[in-house]
């Protein structure tokens, strides 16, 4: 099996480091103003929130193996795996929060990412 080069290794951490501090900047966003379990859709952020955090390897270590064209789906933990993706940061966070210039409009949320351009979707 071929290690990863330098330049592959930086790549890696970097996607590892980026969809942690996305994430916990997630939860701390998501929990202003709820009860949890109680007010899911009371916050800056509606409905319900699936983390990932641990799980950054994962996702970076099957991504960094994949072609472009490669076609990916994720569970309803899909961050750490959108980010190794590719998948456009700021329209990314744009759909977590609702909004229109989310990937759909803001109408999928967290679980139903979808970006057809890097070949990413979620199942929610």
């Known amino acids: 099996m071929t290690q990863p080069n330098n330049s592959q290794r930086l790549w890696m951490y970097e996607q590892m480091l980026t969809s942690r501090y996305m994430e ?26 699936h983390l990932s955090n641990g799980q950054e390897p ?24 959108a980010v190794a993706k590719g998948v456009d940061l700021n329209e990314m966070m744009a759909e977590i929060f609702g909004k229109a210039t989310g990937l759909s409009g803001g109408r999928g949320g967290h679980m139903h990412l979808f970006d057809g351009r890097v070949n990413f979707s979620c199942s929610g």
């Open 24 to 49: 916990e900047s997630i939860e701390r966003i998501y929990m202003e103003g709820k009860t949890p379990v109680f007010n899911m859709a009371k916050g800056p952020i509606p409905g319900e929130m």
């Open 58 to 81: 994962c996702a970076v270590g099957v991504c960094a193996h994949l072609e472009a064209a490669d076609i990916v789906t994720a569970t309803h933990r899909p961050h750490h795996i």
